[in-house]
């Protein structure tokens, strides 16, 4: 099986500082994608990063940057200028990639198990 | 902002019956997606679907569930009996054929139904 591997069951961050929540993953594919999910006590799922195993450059959006090092099998999520309302589960994901006439699309979601980040005042 | 809708959010249900979780996916999205989560763990592919066919299933995804598009809007999961064990928070998820700009601004789940079988 192709896994997710997310190390850190918890991560503690002071308010306004940076952190990084690490992912590794497994996999043969030549083409596939890697998320970044938000999951606050609410138990929705907020997408926040993608990263294409094509691009050259790593994906921003706002505060959060995913640091992907393809060769070593990592895409970890860097927050910077953590705010209290960070705080919350994290899943890194995967998916493999299809390119169909029109276009590319994905396939499922593999998850990893989740970081639990808490921010502190 | 376009957004995959679920109902309901919460359901309870006695062992034994049946659910159908609901959810409308992105108007012009052709993949569709179940996913489950068991309270404290990770999300878990559950089936896709496409072209109005199952395109792939977990081993999760046994006789007891069923997926339908009924009317070209709704997505729904269905379980026949239910089970303690299928009390979780069920997520739906839809995207659309792209190219590699659009992909990465997709955020394409639903809020969930959390499912309580007593």
């Known amino acids: 099986a192709q896994k997710i591997t997310q190390t850190q069951p918890g991560m503690f961050v002071q308010e306004k500082e940076a952190v990084t929540l690490d992912c590794t993953y497994d996999?043969?594919?030549?083409?596939?994608?890697l998320f970044w999910y938000k999951q606050p006590s609410s138990g929705e799922m907020i997408f926040l990063i993608y990263q294409g195993s094509y691009d050259e450059q790593n994906a921003t959006e706002g505060r959060y940057s995913l640091n992907f090092q393809k060769a070593r099998k990592s895409a970890n999520l860097v927050i910077s200028a953590s705010q209290l309302g960070d705080s919350a589960m994290y899943f890194c994901?995967?998916?493999?990639?299809?390119?169909?006439?029109?276009?590319?699309?994905?396939?499922?979601?593999?998850f990893g198990q989740g970081t639990i980040l808490t921010v502190h005042p | 902002e376009p957004e995959v809708t679920q109902t309901p959010s919460h359901q309870v249900t006695q062992m034994g019956q049946e659910v159908i979780l609901r959810c409308v996916p992105i108007?012009?999205?052709?993949?569709f997606y179940w996913y489950r989560q068991i309270l404290g763990q990770k999300v878990e592919f559950l089936v896709s679907f496409y072209n109005n066919e199952i395109s792939e299933k977990s081993e999760i995804f046994d006789d007891q569930f069923s997926v339908e598009r009924p009317d070209g809007s709704n997505f729904t999961l269905k379980i026949r009996s239910t089970k303690l064990e299928d009390s979780a928070m069920y997520f739906c998820?839809?995207?659309?054929?792209?190219?590699?700009?659009?992909?990465?601004?997709?955020?394409?789940f639903g809020q969930g139904t959390r499912l309580t079988v007593v």
């Open positions: 108007s012009n999205h052709l993949y």
């Open positions: 994901a995967r998916t493999h990639l299809t390119s169909r006439a029109g276009g590319t699309s994905y396939g499922k979601l593999t």
């Open positions: 998820a839809s995207s659309t054929r792209g190219g590699a700009r659009s992909m990465n601004t997709e955020a394409f």
């Open positions: 996999t043969s594919d030549q083409s596939y994608g």
